[in-house]
């Protein structure tokens, strides 16, 4: 026993200046930890600050010091005594943000679809398509306004503005569903129409339910990109602001601190939809696993 004993002390106090020596870190490790947490302050630091000035009482300014703690800035901002159309544009960008996103997820759909198999001029296709990711915001949004002012027509939210902006959102869709579509299996297709599905079942009943995690993906790119858009439409909306331009306008004339009150709730719905999505997303995961596991 007393063999034993000094046996496990030995290799214990052999293993000692191991686990320390695994526990240290090399200097790289701190730098890197340091800079990212620069990079971290300085993103999120400007934008604190303005939710903090957001919730002063009426004596505050747009600078610090912060003077007192109080909600009426976000009660004047719904009163919109002395600010903007924030409710019409608000709820116009949520309109033309939903309807982005619906056409994004089911153009980027088909079109993955499509280019599942060569065709003629499937490259120049492609090229044109990723060409407007590179091509300035502001000179595409121009270059749409004049398109419909040469045709005579009216510019507006539903139709230039939504094409401005489905310029922006379909490359990022569609090359999201390329990456979803390159890990989809053929095999299960080739199954489900050897079971008798036909091609609507077949894509309604097993690519849909497998690809829908890659489908929120692209309604989360096509609802973020969209509600937050103002260079392409800037000159596309019309007569009418979107949330964007909105605040935009507001900053040329709202001193107060309203102004960083309706950052505070633009922010808060951009992290609930983005919540939202990842919350989706666990869900269906969490349920394909509940699904193997029932399998097995």
């Known amino acids: 026993m007393t063999a034993v004993t000094g046996t ?3 290799v214990r106090s052999r293993n000692r200046p191991l686990v320390k020596l695994r526990r240290r870190r090399p200097w790289t490790f701190y730098a890197l930890a340091t800079l990212f947490t620069l990079y971290v302050v300085g993103l999120y630091g400007p934008m604190a600050c ?3 000035l957001s919730f002063q009482d009426i004596r505050g300014g747009l600078v610090f010091p912060m003077r007192g703690v109080s909600v009426h800035w976000f009660v004047e901002l719904l009163q919109q005594s002395r600010t903007g159309d924030v409710h019409g544009s608000f709820a116009r960008s949520i309109s033309l943000a939903i309807v982005v996103t619906i056409l994004t997820v089911l153009i980027s759909f088909l079109a993955a679809l499509g280019f599942r198999r060569r065709f003629p001029g499937d490259g120049v296709v492609f090229t044109l398509m990723i060409g407007s990711l590179v091509a300035p915001g502001l000179v595409l949004g121009i270059g749409v306004g004049l398109t419909f002012s040469f045709l005579g027509l009216e510019p507006g939210l539903f139709t230039s503005a939504l094409g ?3 310029s ?23 199954a489900s129409r050897d079971l008798g599905a036909s091609p609507w079942q077949t894509v309604r009943l097993i690519m849909l339910p497998i690809l829908a995690p890659g489908l929120i993906a692209v309604a989360l790119f096509g609802f973020t990109l969209s509600y937050d858009e103002f260079a392409r439409t800037l000159q596309t909306a019309g007569s009418l602001n979107t949330l964007p331009l909105e605040i935009w306008s507001m900053t040329l004339n709202v001193t107060s601190p309203s102004l960083y009150a309706l950052g505070t709730i633009t922010t808060v719905v951009s992290f609930v939809c983005i919540g939202t999505a990842l919350v989706a ?6 349920r394909r696993q509940a699904r193997r596991l029932g399998l097995h």
């Open 50 to 52: 303005i939710y903090l």
């Open 8 to 10: 496990v002390a030995a």
């Open 164 to 166: 401005a902006q489905l």
């Open 281 to 286: 997303i666990g869900l269906i995961q969490r």
């Open 168 to 190: 922006w959102t379909l490359p990022f869709g569609v090359l999201v569903m390329f990456a979803v579509l390159g890990r989809f299996s053929a095999a299960w297709e080739e």
